[in-house]
């Protein structure tokens, strides 16, 4: 089996005096999508907070591309190319749109054929490129965000329910922009609740709870499974048709 592009082995971390996970084990294989599901407060967001090292592990270890950045600093884990979307969608509201990704490019300029080819799955951004980041809707506010990630290649994408309280005409665009992102030059984490977003979407998936994945595996095999996913996710079998 190849090398996988993100490991944690037994990962332990304490929110103050809260133990929260419990030790996690994920493998992330590099290309392609997964996908981090499970009930609220089942430890998937402290655990996209754990990779980046704004929480620190007080147990195991955290390995990307067979290094150890266990004990990195939150910088020095973004210069190796790990980038994150927190579910509070993280734009500066006073900025405009094109702003935002001009402070996110590394070299302090942007490349004209990336935002090109950004704005070709979120063509809402060339809309608003000059207004203000604040004035727009919650879905347009998420694809600041994902922009700003990715307005340099970043080889991991860790990204927190982008779909939260967004209309289904806008799921639908993130769905396609994932879509063309797992395929051209990214491997992404997603953390999601809803299970229709990623069910085709995902490749392989983790199921959290209590702190600690409970079930990893193929998505096909997840997906295709009504009993597997009545026991792991507590979906009745109507609700994702
Ligand atoms: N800053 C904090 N202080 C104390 N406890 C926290 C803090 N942040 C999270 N927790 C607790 O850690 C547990 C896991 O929270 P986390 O946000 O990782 O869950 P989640 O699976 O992402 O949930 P959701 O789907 O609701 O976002 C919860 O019990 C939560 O209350």
Redesign the pocket.
Known sequence: MPEPLLSLSGVHTH??Q?H??QGVDLVVPRGGLSV?L????????????TIMGL?KASAGSIVFEGRDITKMSTPDIARLGIAYVP?SMAVFSELTVRENLLLAARGGALDSARVDWICGFFPALKKFWNYPAGNLSGGQKQMVAIARAIVEPKKLLLV??PTKGLAPAIVQSLMAAFRELKDLDSTILL?E?NFNFVRTLGDTVGV?DD?RVAHAGAMRELAEDDALQTRLLGLSLDSHQ
Do not use: P
Request: no cysteine; net charge neutral.
């Open positions: 929110i103050g809260y929260i996970l981090l499970g009930r609220n407060g089942a430890g998937k967001t402290t655990t996209l907070r929480w579910e927190d329910e953390v609740q959290m702190g």
